[in-house]
Nanobody, 120 residues
Framework: VQLQASGGGLVQAGDSLRLSCRAS????????MGWFRQAPGKEREFVAI??????KYADSVKGRFTISRDNAESTVYLQMNSLKPEDTAVYYC????????????????WGQGTLVTVSS
């Protein structure tokens, strides 16, 4: 499985950004997808997941971020609105080897990160 993330960049507080992650290697629609992030000096943390049961978000991004997927394009997206400086991090997409992702369980595959920097 290969996960290729893109879309990061430098934006100002209040701006929007959309991250994309294209997956290859096995049928995309059968597996759960997620986004995680790691801020400088901090541990990697959960941001959002999408699976057959629906979508889940971290409290810190609820109402501002939206995860979605296009199975035909084997791509998962993270629409990020009203960005804040504390959203600055390397964002990683990830895949779980099952249609439903048990919350808190680690992914099976990680993509490379894409850096999002939000200036104040």
């Amino acid at each position: 499985v290969q996960l290729q993330a893109s879309g990061g960049g430098l934006v100002q507080a209040g701006d929007s950004l959309r991250l994309s992650c294209r997956a290859s290697g096995r049928p995309f629609r059968n597996y759960s997808m997620g986004w995680f992030r790691q801020a400088p000096g901090k541990e990697r943390e959960f941001v959002a997941i999408i699976d057959w049961s629906g979508k889940k978000y971290a409290d810190s991004v609820k109402g501002r971020f939206t995860i979605s997927r296009d199975n035909a394009e084997s791509t998962v997206y993270l629409q990020m609105n009203s960005l804040k400086p504390e959203d600055t991090a390397v964002y990683y997409c990830a895949q779980k080897g099952s249609p439903v992702w048990a919350f808190g369980s680690p992914p099976n595959y990680w993509g490379q990160g894409t850096l999002v920097t939000v200036s104040s």
